[in-house]
C-alpha cells in the first residue's frame, strides 16, 4: 500500500504524516509511507487543500489532520 501525504512541509503535514504511519503500524500494516511537497506534483494529484491523505494515487482525506481512529479506518480495507 502506497500512503502519500501532500502538503508544504507545515507541521500540521509532519502531523498528518505521523498519525498515519502509527495507525499502519497498530495495525500491522505494510504501508510506504512518503511526504509530497512540490506544488506541480500535488497540483497534477487533484491536492487543493492540505494536508491530504492519498491512498494509492486516490484522495482519502485532506484539509485536516485526520484522527487516529480515522487514519485506521482509511487504511484498513475495504470489507465486502
Known amino acids: 500500500m502506497k500512503v502519500q501525504i501532500a502538503g508544504p512541509g507545515c507541521p500540521r503535514c509532519h502531523q498528518t504524516e505521523k498519525v ?3 495507525a499502519a503500524q497498530e495495525l500491522n ?3 510506504d509511507i512518503s511526504h ?3 506544488m506541480k506534483e500535488m497540483a497534477q ?3 487543493r487543500i492540505t494536508p491530504a491523505v492519498l ?4 484522495i482519502a482525506m485532506a484539509g485536516r489532520v485526520p484522527s487516529i481512529k480515522e487514519a485506521k479506518k482509511i487504511l484498513q480495507p475495504l470489507e465486502g
Open 20 to 22: 498515519m504511519s502509527n
Open 55 to 58: 491512498i494509492d494515487g486516490k
Open 36 to 38: 509530497v511537497s512540490d
Open 45 to 47: 494529484l487533484g491536492i
Open 29 to 31: 500494516i505494510n504501508a
